[in-house]
């Protein structure tokens, strides 16, 4: 059995994310007492060890709970002294949890039976990237759970032209899901309209009881997709980095770490409705990013700011191959722009960049060797042979 240790060191990837959806990832957990058991595999600072028990212990269901963004909201709940079970297949680190109870089920069947006769105070559902699964599960908990958090996407916006858009900007509507889904296009290339249709479900379903949370890109420890991790690792690695466009650019992420909390906070608070959630707190931009990561490292390494058009005639590849960024365009110039100024007045706290470039790449560096290989971003080759053509190009 692999330890706790080992799930926050290294994992394997168990499935498939798109846009901004995630990566499901695997591990498991060792024995322990209350302390160890809080406090092991921690990367340092920025984890919950410091955190305080809720006066009020909640029975929470997580649907899910063993990817990247479930096991920290583990973490925290249990914390924070709530009593939680966690409903999945058990494939995903079936071990990780041993303390914790788990059903099974799987949601692509829309198999359920095991959560028949139980209640909980809440339930958060991570693992729905289709709205279908959220249909189901609504209606079979809508009378077993007070509460219901749907872990929807910013994706579920289908306008980013404005710059500063909250909550209540447009979404993708139930007549662009129901095309979406009359036209056969995959589930992956319809993530934004099936988190929006799978958010109206959700309220249809709870009402006031239900609360939506719409993350960016979330980040840090644990991430298999790398689309943040690629920076600290490649940044890390020194000598010559080509940065996309002038670092003028906005870049939105929000900490794993940071996430999970807020999820269990709202869950606790008893909140209601819908909330953007990305950070920082004050704006950042691609340059203020990078900088940032090369704060935590002590390789040398200068950057190499390379116009978008020259990216563009190179094919280079937005968000996977330039993790975090994407091509200005006036039509998604609100991208990676989103105002959350109403999950901070709920709640949402940011730890600094710098504590997740650091903690990611501490991660990044305890995983087995053969294991260290980016999924996202430059290839080494083919970011020189880029950068030589940059170079000619401009003498
Ligand atoms: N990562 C990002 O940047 C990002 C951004 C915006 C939104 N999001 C959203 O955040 C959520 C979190 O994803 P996560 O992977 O980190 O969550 P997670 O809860 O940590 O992991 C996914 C869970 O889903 C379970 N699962 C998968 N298929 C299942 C099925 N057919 N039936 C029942 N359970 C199933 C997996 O266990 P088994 O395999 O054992 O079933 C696993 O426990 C997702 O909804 C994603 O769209 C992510």
């Given at each position: 059995m692999r330890t706790r240790r080992e799930f926050v060191a290294g994992t394997t990837v168990a499935g498939l994310g798109v846009g901004l959806g995630g990566l499901p990832l695997t591990g498991c957990a060792v024995e322990g007492d209350e302390e160890s058991r809080r406090t092991e595999?921690?990367?340092?600072?920025?984890?919950?060890?410091?955190v305080t028990r809720s006066a009020k212990p909640l029975r929470i269901l997580i649907l899910g709970g063993t990817g990247f963004l479930g096991p920290w909201q583990v973490e925290y709940a249990l914390a924070r002294g709530h009593v939680l079970t966690l409903f999945n297949r058990?494939?995903?680190?079936?071990?990780?949890?041993?303390e914790v109870e788990t059903l099974l089920g799987d949601r692509a069947e829309s198999d359920y039976a095991s959560l028949a006769g139980r209640s909980w105070d809440a339930v958060i559902d991570n693992?729905?990237?289709?709205a279908p699964w959220v249909m189901d599960s609504v209606q079979v908990l809508k009378d077993a759970a007070e509460r219901y958090l749907f872990v929807s996407s910013i994706s579920a916006h289908s306008d980013n032209s404005t710059i500063g858009q909250n909550e209540y900007g447009p979404v993708f509507t139930e007549e662009e899901y129901e095309e979406a889904m009359a036209s056969g296009v995959s589930a992956g290339a319809a993530f934004g309209p099936h988190k929006a249709q799978a958010e109206r479900e959700t309220f249809r379903a709870f009402g006031e009881r239900g609360i939506v949370v719409r993350p960016g890109l979330i980040v840090g420890?644990?991430?298999?997709?790398d689309r943040f991790t690629y920076w600290p690792v490649r940044i890390d690695r020194g000598g010559e980095v080509l940065a996309p466009g002038d670092g003028s650019d906005f870049a939105q992420i929000v900490d794993v770490r940071d996430m999970a909390a807020f999820m269990v906070h709202l869950v606790e608070q008893e909140a209601s409705g819908t909330y953007n959630a990305t950070g920082p707190e004050a704006p950042l931009t691609m340059a203020g990013m990078l900088y940032g990561i090369r704060a935590v490292t002590s390789t040398p390494v200068t950057f190499t700011w390379v116009d978008a058009d020259f990216l563009r005639e190179h094919r280079v590849g937005a968000w996977m191959e330039m993790p975090v960024w994407v091509y200005p365009d006036p039509e998604n110039r609100g991208f990676s722009a989103y105002d959350c100024s109403k999950a901070m007045a709920a709640g949402l706290t940011f730890r600094p960049l710098a504590d997740t470039a650091r903690d990611t790449l501490n991660w990044w560096k305890a995983k087995p060797e053969a294991e260290?290989?980016?999924?996202?971003?430059?290839?080494p080759e083919r970011e020189r042979t880029i950068l030589e053509a940059w170079h000619a190009r401009n003498g």
């Open positions: 595999g921690r990367q340092g600072e920025g984890d919950f060890q410091e058990g494939r995903t680190g079936p071990d990780l949890f041993p693992s729905a990237n289709v420890p644990g991430d298999r997709s260290q290989t980016l999924r996202t971003g430059l290839a």
